[in-house]
């Protein structure tokens, strides 16, 4: 069992800078591929990034590449989402998910989800 928290969510302005983080509890973290989806109001939730066990692979969607990067900490059971650039469509809740398995599969569905924490981007 893996439980998720997200935290550092806020209010940054447009061409602002924006890190948010997930902390993890149970023994196997580093089992596991992480990722982060957001879903703004209205509409569904989307992928952002993900990143291997090891955090030696990633991906992103592409509205974030190049803005956005993924880490993690395995000594520190933490992932961070460290957002550059922001734009005001990048205002939505940030949720952070795991899959047990060494690197993130789409088709193979989330196995955990955090509660989320909201980043708003102001114009």
């Known amino acids: 069992q893996v439980q998720l928290v997200e935290s550092g969510g806020g209010l940054v302005q447009a061409g602002g800078s924006l890190s948010v983080s997930c902390a993890a509890s149970?023994?196997?973290?580093?089992?596991?591929?992480m990722a982060w989806f957001r879903q703004a109001s209205g509409k569904e939730r989307e992928f952002v990034a993900a990143l291997s066990w090891s955090g030696g692979s990633t991906s992103y969607a592409d509205s974030v590449k190049g803005r956005f990067t993924i880490s993690r900490d395995n000594a520190k059971n933490t992932v961070y989402l460290q957002m550059n650039s922001l734009k005001p469509e990048d205002t939505a809740v940030y949720y952070c998910?795991?899959?047990?398995?060494?690197?993130?599969?789409?088709?193979?569905?989330?196995?955990?989800w955090g509660k989320g924490t909201l980043v708003t981007v102001s114009s």
């Open positions: 998910a795991a899959q047990a398995r060494n690197f993130w599969s789409a088709p193979s569905g989330v196995d955990y």
């Open positions: 149970g023994r196997f973290f580093s089992r596991y591929a």
